[in-house]
């Protein structure tokens, strides 16, 4: 009890203080961080199956979220960290730490109506985020709150449904309408194509560091919410929830890969190529087989810690030139040469390259659809192909173009950030029995292996 206690409560209770501290953003940012960072230990101590009744609902610690929340805490404290050196508005820090506290309650939380409902809550603390304490348009910030407003009808009602078919198992009408409602819900939440605008909206004008938090946070605790509910709901094997994931995670990763290409700054490139990443993750978990769902645990997590990366190299780019326009990185790596450095190695753990991050998840998960429909492979080939095609372009101007300056601008604090996060996507990609090993014992716990 006490465990589950400290997570949810601590966040909540510091972003208060964090809060009056918001003009000071380095003291703010660094004190969430800390909070955050300290918080992973509570996370990974916490016993499986911890049980705590609050309001007289039950939250339970399970082993899945034991595996998924002190990696979410651990890069969302390297976030934070960073914006102590990089500020990314005021607003970033003490909203953060609500929204991580929001979220672990979606995340333990067994009734799956009021989950489903706090995590769009948690998501929608992005709105304050986007704006950052800056004036100025609102366009994208207000087109991310419709959105997610929009989405919170399908998402409860979909919980609602699916414990409505756990009670009611003979149910014959309510199946398909679960399926619709999670389907839209699920699809929106995670930015799937065409239901994609809320991460591009943060993309395209937010502080990169948000869309960073953005997938760390909300997107990873809605990938793990729906393998929750693929895996305790047997009732979904009798619809075509397999085919809509199948079918929407091919779209999807092929739709954004090609979106990609032309997008004229690095923030649109990366949300759309976080987003094809998606795509591989969903057809992992359309075709159910064990191979394919350790393949997506993986690549949850190399998903998470790439886009860290890549939101990092943003913002160093975005602080230190006029903005992130693809033309105005020409040469960039003679000054800033950490985050040119990070943004090779985040695009070639994003694009699924061998010795990164992304490449162990992707070569489950290949292995997996190869085995039951080769045209399912081939697609998400050529959506990887495009995604890396894409950033080495970026690779291209930031190396080999006519340099536009003299002198490393970088300061010390961002460097070892990054070289953290770097060295967490070179160990998830060189040694990645590490995590292997770990994820094989959940899915055994969970019953998928024997």
């Given at each position: 009890?006490?465990?589950?206690?400290?997570?949810?409560?601590?966040?909540?209770?510091?972003?208060?203080?964090?809060?009056?501290l918001?003009?000071?953003?380095?003291?703010?940012?660094?004190?969430?961080?800390?909070?955050?960072?300290?918080?992973?230990?509570?996370?990974?101590?916490?016993?499986?199956?911890?049980?705590?009744?609050?309001?007289?609902?039950?939250?339970?610690?399970?082993?899945?979220?034991?595996?998924?929340?002190?990696?979410?805490?651990l890069?969302?404290?390297?976030?934070?960290?960073?914006?102590?050196?990089?500020?990314?508005?005021?607003?970033?820090?003490?909203?953060?730490?609500?929204?991580?506290g929001?979220?672990?309650?979606?995340?333990?939380?067994?009734?799956?109506?009021?989950?489903?409902?706090?995590?769009?809550?948690?998501?929608?603390?992005?709105?304050?985020?986007?704006?950052?304490?800056?004036?100025?348009?609102?366009?994208?910030?207000?087109?991310?709150?419709?959105?997610?407003?929009?989405?919170?009808?399908?998402?409860?009602?979909?919980?609602?449904?699916?414990?409505?078919?756990?009670?009611?198992?003979?149910?014959?009408?309510?199946?398909?309408?679960?399926?619709?409602?999670?389907?839209?819900?699920?699809?929106?939440?995670?930015?799937?194509?065409?239901?994609?605008?809320?991460?591009?909206?943060?993309?395209?004008?937010?502080?990169?560091?948000?869309?960073?938090?953005?997938?760390?946070?909300?997107?990873?605790?809605?990938?793990?919410?729906?393998?929750?509910?693929?895996?305790?709901?047997?009732?979904?094997?009798?619809?075509?929830?397999?085919?809509?994931?199948?079918?929407?995670?091919?779209?999807?990763?092929l739709?954004?890969?090609?979106?990609s290409?032309?997008?004229?700054?690095?923030?649109?490139?990366?949300?759309?190529?976080?987003?094809?990443?998606?795509?591989?993750?969903?057809?992992?978990?359309g075709?159910?087989?064990?191979?394919?769902?350790?393949?997506?645990?993986?690549?949850?997590?190399?998903?998470?810690?790439?886009?860290?990366?890549?939101?990092?190299?943003?913002?160093?780019?975005r602080?230190?030139?006029?903005?992130?326009?693809?033309?105005?990185l020409?040469?960039?790596?003679?000054?800033?040469?950490?985050?040119?450095?990070?943004?090779?190695?985040?695009?070639?753990a994003?694009?699924?390259?061998?010795?990164?991050?992304?490449?162990?998840?992707?070569?489950?998960?290949?292995?997996?659809?190869?085995?039951?429909?080769?045209?399912?492979?081939?697609?998400?080939?050529?959506?990887?192909?495009?995604?890396?095609?894409?950033?080495?372009?970026l690779?291209?101007?930031?190396?080999?173009?006519?340099?536009?300056?003299?002198?490393?601008?970088?300061?010390?604090?961002?460097?070892l950030?990054?070289?953290?996060?770097?060295?967490?996507?070179?160990?998830?990609?060189?040694?990645?029995?590490?995590?292997?090993?770990?994820?094989?014992?959940?899915?055994?716990?969970?019953?998928?292996l024997?």
């Open positions: 009890m006490i465990w589950l206690s400290i997570l949810i409560g601590m966040p909540l209770v510091i972003a208060g203080p964090i809060y009056l918001r003009r000071f953003q380095k003291v703010s940012a660094w004190g969430a961080a800390l909070v955050i960072l300290a918080l992973v230990w509570v996370a990974w101590q916490a016993p499986v199956d911890t049980v705590f009744v609050l309001l007289g609902r039950t939250l339970r610690y399970s082993v899945l979220d034991h595996l998924a929340l002190p990696w979410i805490l890069l969302t404290g390297m976030l934070l960290a960073f914006s102590g050196s990089v500020p990314q508005g005021w607003s970033n820090a003490p909203f953060t730490l609500v929204s991580v929001i979220l672990t309650v979606a995340l333990v939380l067994e009734n799956l109506t009021l989950a489903m409902v706090f995590l769009l809550a948690g998501s929608i603390l992005n709105t304050f985020l986007i704006q950052s304490g800056r004036h100025g348009s609102t366009r994208n910030a207000m087109a991310f709150l419709g959105l997610t407003v929009l989405t919170l009808p399908p998402m409860a009602l979909g919980g609602w449904l699916t414990e409505f078919m756990i009670a009611n198992p003979g149910d014959t009408n309510a199946p398909v309408l679960a399926v619709f409602c999670l389907a839209l819900g699920f699809g929106s939440l995670l930015s799937i194509v065409p239901l994609h605008l809320r991460l591009t909206a943060i993309g395209e004008e937010a502080p990169p560091a948000v869309l960073g938090l953005a997938v760390v946070t909300a997107q990873t605790v809605g990938l793990v919410r729906l393998v929750e509910i693929l895996l305790s709901a047997n009732w979904l094997r009798q619809t075509n929830a397999s085919e809509l994931l199948i079918m929407g995670g091919l779209i999807t990763a739709a954004a890969a090609a979106m290409l032309p997008q004229p700054n690095l923030g649109r490139i990366l949300a759309h190529s976080a987003t094809s990443d998606l795509g591989a993750i969903l057809i992992a978990l075709v159910g087989s064990p191979v394919a769902l350790l393949g997506a645990l993986l690549m949850v997590l190399s998903r998470a810690v790439a886009v860290t990366l890549l939101a990092i190299t943003s913002a160093i780019f602080y230190y030139i006029p903005g992130d326009e693809v033309s105005l020409q040469g960039i790596s003679i000054r800033l040469p950490g985050a040119s450095i990070g943004l090779v190695i985040g695009a070639l994003l694009g699924g390259f061998p010795g990164f991050s992304g490449f162990p998840g992707r070569w489950l998960v290949y292995q997996a659809a190869f085995e039951v429909n080769p045209v399912w492979g081939y697609g998400m080939m050529i959506a990887n192909a495009l995604i890396l095609a894409n950033f080495f372009r690779v291209r101007v930031t190396y080999y173009n006519e340099p536009v300056g003299q002198g490393s601008e970088e300061n010390r604090v961002t460097l950030i990054l070289a953290v996060i770097i060295i967490l996507v070179l160990i998830l990609g060189v040694v990645p029995f590490l995590f292997v090993q770990p994820l094989v014992e959940v899915l055994r716990m969970l019953r998928v024997p």
